[in-house]
């Protein structure tokens, strides 16, 4: 069903309400969104102004805003799910899309400070290092991954890399089925910063395999991940500062399994920032 198809006029009304029918209109919104480019900031302050307008915005302008941004990722990922709704949400998934969580403490990997979150003005989500997150028994799922987003912890310290994706399908996903079949506890500290539900620890379950951290740039064993379960993820991890030499090597490349390096294709990327996006 087109976007224009699912706009929901509002009926005319009498009272207070009258003067508000203009902005409240979903097809006036939409224009309106529409002709700038539906700018993130201004999205966002949209839908802080009162609920109503809240709730348009969650059943209408975030689904419109992912589209708009990464078109193709957005088509894959609702292509996974059921009745083409996405897990946590259409805001949950904006969210992702252009917000760096920050990071603190857990219980498996601790820093000196807390890293606020933050938003980004660009973003890039790559299926291809997705598929280095996922364990051999997992390598059937589709899991798009941010690069990490670089954060300086001191002169004494390596950087600190925040990292983010989604999974398509997940509740159909292999991922999934083997944290039950396990019986993986869900976190009781932690949330999901992009749609608030629980989350899994990928370490306390044992199934973060050793090319994540090749992926990443990070030492074995420096980096954790969660997975809620709506299928997002969020993780960290320490970075490797690289030598002269090491940084010959191209920054949109991928360490396969084998030790192998592979360029990563045009149709793996998802890149969004402002009004230009690309999806994998």
């Not at 009926?11 to 902005?23: F, H, T």
């Not at 601790?110 to 280095?132: C, L, N």
């Not at 991940?225 to 690289?242: I, R």
């Not at 396969?256 to 294709?265: E, K, L, P, S």
Request: aromatic share 8%; charged share 25%.
């Amino acid at each position: 069903m087109s976007a224009n198809r699912r706009l929901r006029p509002n009926p005319p009304s009498d009272g207070s309400e009258s003067a508000d029918s203009g902005i409240l209109n979903e097809g006036i919104l939409f224009l309106i969104f529409q002709s700038i480019k539906w700018d993130l900031r201004t999205l966002c302050l949209t839908a802080s102004v009162n609920r109503k307008l809240q709730a348009v915005a969650k059943r209408l302008l975030w689904r419109q805003m992912c589209l708009y941004r990464a078109p193709r990722t957005v088509a894959a990922l609702a292509s996974g799910a059921p009745n083409g709704r996405i897990g946590g949400g259409w805001d949950a998934l904006a969210k992702l899309m252009f917000y760096c969580c920050g990071c603190q403490s857990t219980r498996h990997f601790k820093v000196g400070q807390t890293v606020a979150g933050h938003f980004v003005k660009t973003s890039r989500f790559s299926k291809t290092s997705g598929r280095s997150f996922l364990s051999k028994k997992s390598r059937g799922d589709m899991l798009y991954v941010s690069d990490p987003c670089e954060h300086r912890m001191g002169d004494m310290e390596d950087d600190l890399g925040v990292y983010r994706g989604i999974f398509q399908g997940f509740m159909r996903s292999r991922t999934r089925a083997c944290l039950v079949r396990r019986k993986v506890d869900l976190e009781q500290l932690v949330k999901c910063p992009y749609c608030g539900a629980r989350v899994w620890s990928m370490k306390t379950a044992k199934l973060i395999p050793k090319s994540a951290a090749r992926r990443l740039g990070s030492h074995d064993g420096g980096l954790e991940y969660f997975v809620c379960v709506n299928g997002h993820m969020h993780g960290t991890c320490w970075l490797v500062s690289l030598s002269s030499d090491e940084n010959d090597i191209e920054d949109d490349s991928e360490i396969d399994d084998d030790g192998a390096v592979r360029r990563i294709g045009h149709e793996d990327r998802t890149a969004t920032n402002g009004s230009m996006s690309s999806a994998g």
